[in-house]
Structure formats: structure tokens, C-alpha cells
């Protein structure tokens, strides 16, 4: 061992000696780990217009199941998606109206938006050059963050709050992240994986979901259900409530009065955590473990042998998790899940992903009777949105770098609709409590340590 690492193993083993807590502790002094309440229900930080994750019913402190709901300021996703689709239209655009508005557009209102979004598709000039491609990253989460900060430069008036500047910085973020994405996965393969980077103009006559297959692929080709499957994704994905990590991040850090761009760029960095957006990145490593260990994927019998030496931290990762299962809120199911399942099965018939499908559909249904048995725990537990998106992102040919970023793209409208009712309604910031374990010492003189 070198000098240099004993020192490191040195701080290191100091540090883990002095920060270790015991546990019991926050049990002791009622801490609320995660902000949640016992039951698993998150303490309530706010009050909020803009989203409602409905997945069970209290009734004298006691939780019961019910089927899961997902409304954007009021609206059920069932009734936006089934709105879009009677239409046979693009639906992202309108949900991000809806989402920072408070209501639905009328026709002329929607074009209206759609334009003021086109505006803002293209980035500021030579800001692939002198932003992206001079500093690839081996993540685009984090080249996307880092380039969201650098937008703060190329606006005249980056540090103006009024109603009017965040407006126009909220549209221009949700209408330029597609293609700051995009613009970072061609750099990280040209200069991460030394593959051909592929530059293509935007088309300001596709929609955000149509532009980011277009721009993507290198022949620019694309079929109308793929386009109209990743705008459903995308609609999906744009807003979860107020409460989940990446959006209580933007609206604690917009809580101390910082810049429109630096709230967003705290959000992207908190989804990319596995914990997080990155989980369905974590199914699809996990649904390659099974296919290369379960030889017949048809036997029930089988697949349930695996996934309970899953459970029993013997395979894929060792955590004792089957990923894409299970969520803090939704119960008997996730609405997200359930359109999402639906849309790709009915894609994926007669392909070569087919199979990939009902075996992640049988995981689905195994999985509640193996964790009960397995953990003691008869919690009502269904299938997460995580469970079928990373499956649904390949059967669309996106890299798997791609599939948070993804997400980024989404929840952005959803970001930025918090962001505003904080900046309008907040006024305050936030600042929860930690108890302090640490007890008074008195000083020692260097010489007599």
C-alpha cells in the first residue's frame, strides 16, 4: 500500500468511526426517516393544486387498498390518454399545458403553445459545440444538469422571478431538454465509446416525441406508433405529486429564492439516483439476470425458484429486491403501469421482445405471494411504472443510457409547474430539523492530542 492510500484508508476509517448511528436511534427519538410517517404515507410538506397520487384509503389509521389514480390538476391520466388517443394526436404538448396552466387548452390556445414551444426547440447557438461536445460525459443525466446550469448564461435576465421571465424559462427548459439529451448521447458515443456520432437538424413540424425518435436514429425514420408510444411515455412520466425526491428537490431548493435554472438542474440530479429515475434501469439488469438463468421461461415453477433466491439476496444484484414492484403510494396498482403494460404488449406482439413482455408480466403476477412468503409481509403489492418502461424504451430501439434522461424530459413540465406554485405560494424556506448526537467536548491543544 502507498503513502498516499494508507492516508485515504486512514480518513476513511476515521471517518466511518465517528459517523456511524445506531439504528435504534431514530426509533428512540421518533425520527421520520425519509420524511415518512410510520405507515409509510409521506409527512406533509405543502399544499399543492398541481397533482394528486391516490393508491389507498385511511380508515382509523389503518391502510386500505384501493386501485390506483393519477390526476394532473384534477384530470385522471385515463381520461388525458383516452382523450389523445379518440383524437389520434401527440398528447405531451397539452399535458405540459395543462400541468403549468391549471386547465386544459381549447384548440387555438394549444397551437398557440405548441408554437411558442417550437420557438424554443433549437438551442442557443454553438451551445452544442462549446457546452456538450467540449466536455462529453460518460452519464447524460449529468451532462444534461450541467448543461441545464449553463443555460443561466445564455438568458439576459436569469436571476428575474416575475410571473412572465419564469414562464419563458419554463417553456424554453421543456422545449430544449430533448435535444440537449440527444446531443449529449451522440458526444458520449463518439467520445466515450469511439462509435460515429450522428448530428441531425431539429424538424420543427415534429412533435417533442416525434423530434427526439428523429433526431435519434440515424436515418431519421420513425413509424406513427412508436412516436405515439414515446409520447405516451412521456405524458406518463411528466408529474408525480409534489412529494416524490426530484420534485420536492426543485421546490426546496427554489424554497431559498435561487434561479429558475439551478432548481431544475437539483432536480435532474436527484432523478438520475436509482433510488429513483434510474429504477427502471435496474429492471431491465435484472430481467437479463433471469433470462440467462432461468432456462424456461413459460414455467411458472421456475421463474418462481429464481426470483426467491432473488429475494434471498443470492442472485442479480444481492439486494433482495425485484425491481419494478412494490411503491410507496400505489397499492393494488399503479394507473401508469397498468397504460403503459397495455401499449407496449400491444406493440410488441409478433416481435422478438414478445416473449420479454410475458415474462415480465409473469414476474409480475408471481411476485406478491413470493415476497409474502418470503418476508412475513401480506402488503397488497403490484407492479410499479418502472416494471414495464425500460422494456417499452428498447422495443422503441432507445440506448439504455437514454432511459432516465428519458424521464428528465417528462417530469421536466412537471418540475417547472412546482417550481412556479412554490416561487407564488411558498414564501418560506424550507428548513426541517435534525436532533444532534454529538456531545459538548472541550477543546485539546494540538501538541497534546
Not at 62 to 91: F, M, S
Not at 120 to 130: A, S, T, V
Not at 341 to 362: I, Q, R, S, V
Request: charged content about 25%.
Amino acid at each position: 500500500m502507498t503513502e498516499r492510500e494508507e492516508r485515504l484508508k486512514q480518513l476513511c476509517d476515521d471517518y466511518a468511526a465517528n459517523t456511524a448511528i445506531d439504528p435504534h436511534l431514530y426509533e428512540k427519538y421518533a425520527v421520520k426517516r425519509g420524511l415518512r410517517n410510520a405507515d409509510g404515507s409521506g409527512v406533509v410538506a405543502g399544499l399543492t393544486h398541481i397533482c394528486n397520487v391516490h393508491g389507498y384509503m385511511l380508515n382509523e389509521g389503518e391502510k386500505h387498498p384501493i386501485p390506483g389514480q393519477l390526476i394532473y390538476r384534477g384530470y385522471d391520466i385515463n381520461d388525458l390518454v383516452a382523450g389523445k388517443t379518440a383524437d389520434d394526436r401527440y398528447g405531451f404538448e397539452e399535458t405540459a399545458y395543462l400541468l403549468l396552466l391549471g386547465h386544459l387548452p381549447d384548440k387555438s390556445h394549444l397551437e398557440g403553445f405548441k408554437k411558442l414551444i417550437t420557438h424554443f426547440r433549437e438551442l442557443p447557438q454553438y451551445f452544442e459545440e462549446d457546452v456538450i461536445l467540449r466536455t462529453p460525459s460518460p452519464n447524460i443525466m449529468n451532462k444534461m444538469a450541467q448543461s441545464v446550469l449553463a443555460l443561466y448564461s445564455y438568458d439576459k435576465n436569469p436571476e428575474d422571478k416575475s410571473t412572465e421571465s419564469e414562464m419563458i424559462k419554463a417553456v424554453s427548459v421543456i422545449s430544449r431538454l430533448p435535444a440537449i439529451m440527444v446531443t449529449a448521447y451522440q458526444a458520449m458515443r463518439r467520445y466515450v465509446y469511439n462509435e460515429s456520432m450522428v448530428m441531425h437538424p431539429i424538424n420543427l413540424d415534429e412533435s417533442l416525441a416525434e423530434s427526439i425518435l428523429s433526431t435519434l436514429r440515424a436515418d431519421r425514420a420513425y413509424t406513427k406508433d412508436e412516436a405515439k408510444l414515446l409520447d405516451l411515455c412521456l405524458m406518463l412520466h411528466a408529474e408525480h405529486g409534489g412529494g416524490n425526491n426530484s420534485t420536492f428537490t426543485c421546490r426546496c431548493v427554489t424554497s431559498s429564492g435561487t434561479d429558475a435554472y439551478s432548481a431544475y438542474a437539483a432536480a435532474i440530479s436527484s432523478l438520475k439516483g436509482p433510488r429513483h429515475g434510474g429504477a427502471n434501469i435496474k429492471v431491465m439488469e435484472m430481467l437479463n439476470c433471469i433470462e440467462q438463468n432461468v432456462k424456461n421461461w413459460e414455467s411458472d415453477g421456475e421463474v418462481a425458484d429464481f426470483l426467491n433466491r432473488i429475494l434471498a439476496k443470492e442472485e442479480n444484484d444481492r439486494s433482495g429486491l425485484i425491481y419494478g414492484m412494490g411503491h410507496a403510494v400505489y397499492t393494488m396498482s399503479d394507473p401508469r403501469a397498468l397504460i403503459l403494460k397495455e401499449a407496449g404488449m400491444k406493440l410488441a406482439m409478433g416481435t422478438e421482445l414478445e416473449p420479454e413482455f410475458k415474462l415480465l408480466d409473469k414476474i409480475e403476477r408471481l411476485t406478491p405471494e413470493l415476497f409474502a412468503n418470503a418476508k412475513g409481509d401480506i402488503k397488497t403489492m403490484c407492479a410499479n411504472v418502472d416494471m414495464y418502461s425500460g422494456l417499452v424504451y428498447k422495443l422503441l430501439g432507445i440506448p439504455v443510457e437514454m432511459y432516465t434522461a428519458l424521464f428528465a424530459c417528462a417530469r421536466i413540465s412537471g418540475w417547472c409547474a412546482h417550481r412556479m406554485e412554490e416561487l407564488h405560494n411558498g414564501k418560506r424556506i424550507m428548513r426541517p430539523a435534525y436532533k444532534t448526537l454529538a456531545k459538548n467536548r472541550e477543546y485539546i491543544a494540538l501538541s497534546e492530542r
